[in-house]
């Protein structure tokens, strides 16, 4: 594909000439990526030549239109209700730890922060089940995000060795006698006390007829690869109820984003200004909702909409056919075009409720429900694939959307700013503490949140994928019916318990495991 670069030369003089020529010259050398072979341009650079346009003109016309009543407003604001279940993190017997530990259990766990929280939580249980001691797990460095952030830098390791103190020993790091035993050390070459054939979701017997002769042998035993390596099914209660109590009760983020997600918190509820130490002259000034129902409350959008996901969902956002070309060249570059999505048409895959919303999507579904341009709206998330222009129409519909950038100023953020995994860490913590929670599409930040708030009996809105796919496919369809239909097929996705199916997490699905009769 060429670039065709169109001049409107309207002065024909030699000195216009020359300037023209000398502007042509110089772009390459200011902008590159213009002139790269197509084999190197940048997607993101192609897409952002095309702004995506409304896909759902006339329903956002209605929506940006909306009235909500005060009890519509009444209703959604309302706590969820006391439900039959309650939090049982606690072993049904007391926690006791061996006389003796057979030895070191060591962990290398890669991914984002919520799948390495998943993998700590594994971790525990599987050192409580070789009666071992565990190191305290080694954080990867992501490939994708390159945060460096260890787990002390994440966590508060005294509360988390503290709160386990009774049921498993944990250890800062190797005593000497083992300090040999490092990433680097198992890098180099094959290691008699490495373990890298844990199989996914490896049962308790595994461990113990695998891993235990390891231990026992040479004292400590390195398991890498190690995320999503214990079952979820057929253990003993005891030992799942541990792994919740990791989940929900040891793992405390350190003090510094424990303290900024609190400034943003208070920001969020009280925006005049008078919420911190800290000037709030970042907030937008927001309408008098004094005697609204939502005043003082916050809903958190967690928008997962980043290119990975754009590209691998083979999915049509409306940015032309700059997107779809950039997408299918990313698509290519990271994949090889293996894609299961890209056999099928848009149609099929919205139909089936296979594309992730996109910001206007999501907003169109939070104003059919009901909140309106008063709600103070937080947006968790990284990156939005097309920037500020792809979140411009749910802006319209929600104009008091802050994030991290709009509530604290670059001094408070110093310490988290290029750290993907801190980042994500101020935005779990004040996901845990907002009125109501919705996460745009699945993936471990939408899993462990969840399982988080359904373990807190918090109100959290799981959007019905298949449902919306099928009814922004109708173009026609009215603001009314779609308004309907959206709130008829939420009334059971608000926070409602759901017990966890045979192969299911444990950490999105608490219940029964780890929560018992109210």
Same mark, same amino acid.
């Given at each position: 594909m060429g670039l065709k670069l169109h001049y409107h030369n309207h002065y024909h003089s030699p000195r216009g000439g020359a300037l023209g020529a000398l502007l042509l010259l110089l772009l390459p050398i200011f902008l590159p990526s213009l002139f790269s072979p197509l084999g190197h341009a940048s997607p993101s650079m192609l897409s952002e030549w095309n702004v995506p346009k409304s896909r759902h003109q006339r329903l956002l016309k209605s929506a940006v239109q909306r009235q909500t009543s005060e009890r519509e407003l009444s209703d959604l604001w309302t706590p969820l209700a006391n439900q039959s279940l309650k939090p049982c993190a606690e072993s049904s017997t007391a926690p006791s730890l061996p006389e003796k530990s057979e030895g070191f259990i060591q962990v290398f766990l890669d991914g984002g922060l919520n799948q390495q929280r998943m993998g700590i939580c594994d971790a525990v249980a599987v050192a409580k089940i070789l009666n071992a001691t565990l190191v305290i797990p080694y954080l990867e460095v992501n490939p994708v995000w390159r945060d460096s952030s260890s787990f002390m830098d994440i966590f508060d390791v005294d509360h988390f060795i503290n709160v386990l103190k009774d049921d498993i020993s944990i250890v800062k790091e190797l005593p000497s006698d083992f300090s040999w035993s490092t990433r680097e050390y198992y890098a180099t070459a094959i290691r008699a006390t490495r373990v890298k054939t844990a199989p996914v979701h490896a049962s308790a017997n595994w461990y113990l007829e695998n891993v235990f002769p390891v231990v026992q042998?040479?004292?400590?035993?390195?398991?890498?690869?190690?995320?999503?390596?214990?079952?979820?099914?057929?253990?003993?209660?005891?030992?799942?109820?541990?792994?919740?109590?990791?989940?929900?009760?040891?793992?405390?983020?350190?003090?510094?984003?424990?303290?900024?997600?609190?400034?943003?918190?208070?920001?969020?509820?009280?925006?005049?200004?008078?919420?911190?130490? !800290?000037?709030?002259?970042?907030?937008?000034?927001?309408?008098?909702?004094?005697?609204?129902?939502?005043?003082?409350?916050?809903? !958190?959008?967690?928008?997962?909409?980043?290119?990975?996901?754009?590209?691998?969902?083979?999915?049509?956002?409306?940015?032309?056919?700059?997107?779809?070309?950039?997408?299918?060249?990313?698509?290519?570059?990271?994949?090889?075009?293996?894609?299961?999505?890209?056999?099928?048409?848009?149609?099929?895959?919205?139909?089936?409720?296979?594309?992730?919303?996109?910001?206007?999507?999501?907003? $169109?579904?939070?104003?059919?429900?009901?909140?309106?341009?008063?709600?103070? $709206?937080?947006?968790?998330?990284?990156?939005?694939?097309?920037?500020?222009?792809?979140?411009?129409?749910?802006?319209?519909?929600?104009?008091?959307?802050?994030?991290?950038?709009?509530?604290?100023?670059?001094?408070?953020?110093?310490?988290?700013?290029?750290?993907?995994?801190?980042?994500?860490?101020?935005?779990?913590?004040?996901?845990?503490?907002?009125?109501?929670?919705?996460?745009?599409?699945?993936?471990?930040?939408?899993?462990?949140?969840?399982?988080?708030?359904?373990?807190?009996? $918090?109100?959290?809105?799981?959007?019905?994928?298949?449902?919306?796919?099928? $009814?922004?496919?109708?173009?026609?369809?009215?603001?009314?019916?779609?308004?309907?239909?959206?709130?008829?097929?939420?009334?059971?996705?608000?926070?409602?318990?759901?017990?966890?199916?045979?192969?299911?997490?444990?950490?999105?699905?608490?219940?029964?495991?780890?929560?018992?009769?109210?």
């Open positions: 042998s040479y004292g400590i035993a390195a398991i890498a690869p190690f995320s999503h390596r214990l079952t979820f099914d057929n253990l003993p209660m005891d030992i799942q109820r541990l792994r919740c109590k990791v989940n929900f009760q040891a793992l405390v983020f350190v003090p510094h984003i424990r303290a900024l997600g609190d400034a943003l918190i208070s920001r969020l509820r009280n925006p005049s200004g008078k919420s911190g130490a !800290v000037a709030t002259n970042y907030l937008q000034e927001m309408p008098d909702v004094k005697d609204k129902q939502g005043a003082g409350k916050f809903v !958190v959008l967690h928008l997962r909409f980043d290119k990975d996901m754009a590209a691998h969902s083979a999915c049509d956002f409306g940015g032309g056919k700059a997107e779809k070309l950039a997408l299918a060249k990313y698509r290519q570059v990271i994949w090889q075009g293996r894609v299961l999505n890209s056999q099928f048409t848009d149609e099929e895959l919205r139909s089936q409720g296979r594309c992730p919303l996109t910001p206007e999507e999501i907003g $169109l579904l939070l104003a059919a429900l009901g909140f309106d341009n008063s709600t103070r $709206l937080y947006l968790a998330s990284h990156k939005v694939y097309g920037g500020e222009a792809r979140i411009s129409n749910l802006r319209r519909l929600f104009p008091l959307m802050e994030d991290k950038k709009s509530l604290a100023s670059s001094e408070e953020r110093a310490q988290i700013k290029g750290k993907a995994s801190l980042l994500a860490a101020v935005d779990y913590y004040v996901s845990m503490h907002s009125n109501i929670f919705v996460s745009a599409s699945p993936g471990n930040m939408h899993n462990a949140l969840v399982g988080h708030r359904t373990y807190e009996n $918090l109100k959290t809105i799981r959007p019905s994928m298949s449902l919306l796919g099928q $009814l922004f496919l109708n173009k026609s369809i009215s603001w009314s019916d779609f308004q309907q239909s959206v709130v008829e097929g939420h009334q059971n996705r608000q926070g409602q318990i759901r017990l966890r199916k045979p192969k299911q997490s444990i950490y999105t699905y608490p219940a029964p495991d780890c929560m018992c009769q109210a």
